[in-house]
């Protein structure tokens, strides 16, 4: 085996799935493979290049293609019109139905994307999952071979310079609000990730415990409707002043959110791994976090995990973390160890064994 | 809250933050109905689909999507973008146009065709067992006081909530709330269920099958379903036995508090026996439903005839079962 060459629908340079693949790349060039990312949106003067120039390659037996599949996409009908073996990079497709009632365009893509797991999971030789949550949907979708290992994220870049003017502003809010928690999360606003619950839990923590706390929602929006619903239940709750809806900031201005937070709250109900987890831990910020799909797993403990996300049992577990230092504490540490699990070496370790074996056709 | 070695101890700390969430509960700390409200004022907010609301919205919205069209926006933050793109949408347009007008009407002949087969599925709906009869019949509200104090101490070491469903005048989620459960309840007859809340019980108006559908797996310390149980159709007692067994937790429980058949003819309101759509399981029947889906037996208990109470429908021939599902 000479290439191995990688494949997205679209390629981000600060997604979890963009630095992943750089670092596919840059592993498989260690081991002497000629490698590139091809992507649909891609520039030949950016990072990744265009499928075009893909195109034009001659098919080489020598070379494997690995396909990222997080959602639908043309790129599946292309892989598997060609000869070349293939491998599937699976970190997970969202379940249709959240996203039904809300953007049927996105949901039908992700249907399409659930679809063409199962139509590609013949023609590729191994399918491998970054947690064990989606290695079992590689399995129900008909992959015969599968592994798993976990995304390759380069904590050290979780230490990006702190946008100060930024912490200023929330530090300032605080102190305006004469005190109050901070709660955060970080992701997109999307039905699945369940924004809606969070600003339940607000509400009933601001009613039971500490009526200044604030909620920060942190990423940019998978669907305008679910965005425009939140904003005005937000609204309806008398929270909008509370909530914080950041939409898509630098670097700097998440270090800013995760120094100035004072815990990391998660009621999502499907995620195929949750990389802001690993970013909390690694901020030392304590998580409480329901547990759904792959969270308990990549938490590992290193959380409060709930069995149920109901509005007060949440506020409860939040107050338990806040009121408790020594729990606070023994979480921060709980996530530290944790976080060495997915430390780049360990996990370019994981995933070069797992290339290996089955470049050796082990 | 942490163990000898400083990481967090588990299992006590979900003890305490479920103890904490029973104490705020029980202060009344969050205003009675206060969790309904954040739920009502977000389902207002979301579309039917998204809610699991009605068929004929999910129509209509399918409708609305239906029409397909052509004009795609033209603004641009590049300067001479508006302008090209302008140029370039006047240039395909009557390709899009003529494209868009055979996806709209195929969309749309699609959309009449499921209106019209969801009338038919109405009709078909309305003339078998499974739907309930024409005829309203209001149910006697369950008298479960007989099983009140067993069933408080079978479930006195459950974690989590415990659902009463349907619970009426919440006399049982009351017992289990003064015996130091999470206890909450649900029942369709508003006017009970208003009353109950009015008297400081956490006690819902809601259909029974309705609120377990929103629940998630393993979300429930236990649920105890009697009253209507005895007297829906075959489908949904199966369907209920599912979603029961699925909304709770491992070492959670499911206890089922219902009439023996045999003595169903003999009792309670002539009226609501002879025109209930179903008619109560015996206990081995319940067990047999609950173990295929994964809980284990643990116990039964038989109340034997005891003279009916004009209008009951338990109080005479009743058991209670109960089973659990294994850590």
New interface residues.
């Given amino acids: 085996m000479k290439a191995l060459h990688q494949f997205l629908p679209s390629y981000a340079v600060h997604d979890a799935v963009g630095g992943h693949a750089r670092q596919i790349r840059r592993l498989a060039r260690e081991m002497g493979l000629r490698s590139d990312i091809y992507a649909g949106n891609a520039r030949r003067s950016g990072d990744a290049l265009p499928l075009a120039d893909f195109e034009r390659m001659p098919v080489s037996r020598d070379a494997v293609l690995l396909y990222h599949l997080s959602t639908g996409s043309a790129l599946v009908e292309l892989l598997l019109h060609r000869p070349e073996p293939k491998v599937v990079n699976y970190h997970n497709v969202t379940p249709a139905q959240f996203f039904d009632g809300w953007d049927p365009p996105m949901a039908a893509e992700l249907s399409v994307g659930r679809h063409q797991l199962e139509a590609i999971a013949a023609a590729a030789d191994l399918g491998i999952a970054v947690s064990a949550f989606n290695e079992r949907e590689l399995r129900t979708a008909g992959f015969r071979e599968t592994a798993v290992a976990p995304v390759l994220v380069d904590l050290e870049a979780f230490d990006r310079a702190v946008d100060h003017q930024a912490l200023a502003r929330l530090t300032k809010a605080k102190a305006k609000a004469g005190g109050g928690a901070d709660l955060l999360f970080v992701g997109r606003l999307a039905p699945n990730k369940a924004q809606h619950d969070l600003l339940k839990a607000l509400a009933a923590y601001r009613r039971v415990y500490d009526p200044k706390a604030r909620l920060h929602l942190v990423g940019t929006s998978s669907s305008e409707s679910y965005r425009t619903a939140l904003v005005a239940y937000a609204d309806r709750l008398g929270l909008a002043e509370a909530i914080e809806f950041t939409g898509s900031v630098s670097d700097g201005v998440l270090a800013a959110h995760y120094r100035a937070a004072d815990v990391f709250v998660c009621v999502s109900e499907h995620e195929g791994f949750c990389v802001p987890l690993l970013e909390a831990m690694h901020h030392r910020v304590p998580i409480v976090a329901y547990a759904a799909a792959a969270v308990p797993e990549t938490l590992a403990g290193a959380g409060v995990l709930l069995p149920t996300k109901d509005p007060l049992t949440v506020a409860a577990a939040v107050n338990r973390v806040l009121a408790d230092e020594t729990l606070a504490a023994a979480l921060r540490e709980r996530g530290c160890v944790r976080l060495g699990d997915f430390s780049l070496e360990r996990s370019r370790r994981r995933f070069t064994e797992v290339l290996e074996a089955y470049l050796s056709g082990g | 809250?942490?163990d000898v070695h400083?990481?967090?101890d588990?299992e006590h700390?979900?003890a305490?933050?479920?103890g904490?969430?029973r104490r705020?509960?029980a202060s009344g700390?969050?205003?009675q109905g206060?969790?309904q409200e954040?739920?009502r004022?977000?389902a207002e907010?979301?579309?039917?689909?998204?809610?699991g609301e009605g068929f004929a919205e999910?129509l209509r919205?399918a409708e609305e999507?239906s029409f397909i069209d052509p004009l795609a926006p033209v603004a641009s933050n590049i300067r001479g973008g508006s302008a090209a793109k302008g140029a370039i949408r006047r240039l395909v347009l009557w390709n899009l146009e003529w494209m868009a007008r055979q996806v709209s009407a195929f969309d749309h002949t699609v959309v009449v065709a499921l209106r019209q087969l969801h009338e038919r599925i109405q009709r078909i709906e309305q003339d078998v067992a499974a739907h309930p009869p024409a005829v309203s019949v209001r149910r006697a509200p369950p008298d479960v006081t007989e099983w009140a104090e067993f069933v408080a101490d079978v479930l006195k070491e459950t974690r989590?909530?415990v659902l009463h469903a349907e619970c009426g005048d919440g006399t049982l989620v009351a017992a289990l709330a003064r015996g130091g459960l999470d206890a909450y309840g649900v029942d369709p007859r508003a006017d009970l269920a208003l009353a109950a809340a009015d008297a400081g019980l956490d006690v819902r108006p809601d259909e029974v099958e309705d609120h377990l559908g929103l629940i998630?797996d393993?979300?429930?310390g236990a649920v105890v379903l009697s009253g209507f149980v005895d007297s829906i159709a075959l489908p949904r007692k199966v369907a209920l036995a599912e979603r029961a067994a699925r909304a709770v937790?491992p070492d959670g429980s499911v206890l089922i508090l219902s009439v023996d058949p045999r003595t169903w003819l003999a009792m309670g309101s002539p009226v609501e026996v002879d025109l209930a759509p179903g008619r109560p399981l015996r206990a081995e029947t319940w067990q047999y439903l609950l173990e295929e889906r994964g809980l284990r037996f643990v116990d039964v208990r038989h109340h034997t005839a005891q003279p009916a109470a004009e209008g009951a429908t338990l109080g005479t021939g009743t058991y209670a079962l109960v089973m659990a599902r294994p850590r």
């Avoid at chain 2, 907010?45 to 809610?51: H, I, K, Q, R, Y």
């Fill in positions: 809250m942490t400083g990481a967090p588990t700390l979900m305490a933050i479920e904490e969430v705020a509960r700390a969050l205003p206060f969790e954040l739920d004022l977000f907010l979301s579309p039917a689909s998204a809610t999910m919205k999507y989590g909530r998630g393993g979300e429930l937790a």
